[in-house]
């Protein structure tokens, strides 16, 4: 995930203080908040920082006297004008900002990106994973953690891990082959999803089944599948005709499974099926970040 550095761009939104700013996706890189501004129906504001080097960083240092010459001749300007009268600080601050895009340009501004992941390491339990910065953390979701994405909630991630109590794993293998793995894994959804509402149908395939062996020396496990839901629009209705089923959504599940300490861990994401295929590279560094380490008692 990528984000515009604070010194050239922020984000703001008519939403609780806690969720003011939040990080702007790069055009190439849009996982864990596709779209989220034009979602979220956020506004952009370019906020002068000088005080933390934003004309150095836009312009360097060469070009900083010229930069000041104009901003001073234009914010005179705009102090002379009677019909258009702004304090002296915001005109400075309207004029910077538009200087930076016009000079550097938002490609310009990129190289102050960076990768948007961090990475959680459960000690107690023993396991890891990377994360999208920008996502939140969601308590008493059911799993033994739970992330997602604060703008786009079919976005999400998420670890479960069996009772150390009922299981007794060692290796991913007792599962069965991947193929049986992922039967079960897209059983096992199917259930979570199973609804008593009339007019709903369920389809769902398996997309692909495979093992890995990471650099941990440990055998995964990965599962990817595709679940639709269908409701009626008018599931009381005598005719057939008149009960249309409609698409209500459409996702794409995947999972990692792995074993250790006698227990199997499964790190789920799941993402609109719409959104995949340009966030796909996120995703599979998501996937291939997962580990299961061994808990020292």
């Given amino acids: 995930m990528s984000v515009i550095s604070s010194a050239a761009l922020t984000v703001s939104q ?5 969720a003011r700013f939040a990080s702007l996706p790069s055009s190439t890189s849009v996982f864990f908040s596709y779209n989220a501004c034009n979602r979220a129906g956020l506004g952009l504001s370019c906020n002068c920082l000088s005080g933390l080097g934003a004309p150095e960083l836009a312009f360097g240092p060469k070009k900083l006297p010229e930069v000041g010459r104009s901003i001073g001749e234009t914010g005179d300007s705009f102090q002379q004008s009677k019909d258009f009268t702004v304090p002296r600080r915001n005109a400075m601050a309207l004029i910077l900002s538009g200087f930076i895009f016009s000079q550097a340009g938002l490609d310009n501004v990129a190289v102050a990106q960076s990768i948007g992941f961090r990475e959680y390491i459960d000690t107690f339990d023993g396991y890891s994973f990377k994360y ?3 996502w939140i953390q969601v308590r008493g979701a ?5 992330f997602r994405d604060p703008f786009v909630l079919d976005e999400n991630l998420s670890v479960n891990i069996s009772s150390p109590s009922s299981s007794r794993y060692k290796t991913v293998e007792d599962l069965g082959s991947p193929e049986e793995a992922g039967k079960n894994v897209l059983r096992q959804y199917l259930t979570e999803f199973m609804s008593t ?7 769902s395939s398996i997309l692909s089944t495979t093992s890995k ?3 941990d020396g440990k055998l995964y496990y990965e599962v990817e599948v595709n679940i639709k839901s269908y409701a009626n629009n008018n599931e009381l209705a005598v005719m057939p005709q008149d009960r249309v089923a409609r698409l209500e959504w459409d996702r794409r599940y995947l999972s990692v499974l792995g074993v250790e300490n006698n227990r199997l861990y499964e790190l789920r994401l799941q993402t609109p099926e719409k959104s995949f295929a340009e966030e796909e590279n996120d995703i599979r560094e998501v996937m291939n970040s997962f580990r299961v380490n061994k808990v020292v008692a």
């Fill in 14 to 18: 008519n939403l609780n203080p806690s």
């Fill in 132 to 134: 999208p910065q920008n």
């Fill in 142 to 146: 059911g799993a033994d953690i739970f």
């Fill in 197 to 203: 509402r009339l007019g709903v149908r369920r389809e």
């Fill in 213 to 215: 062996v990471a650099d």
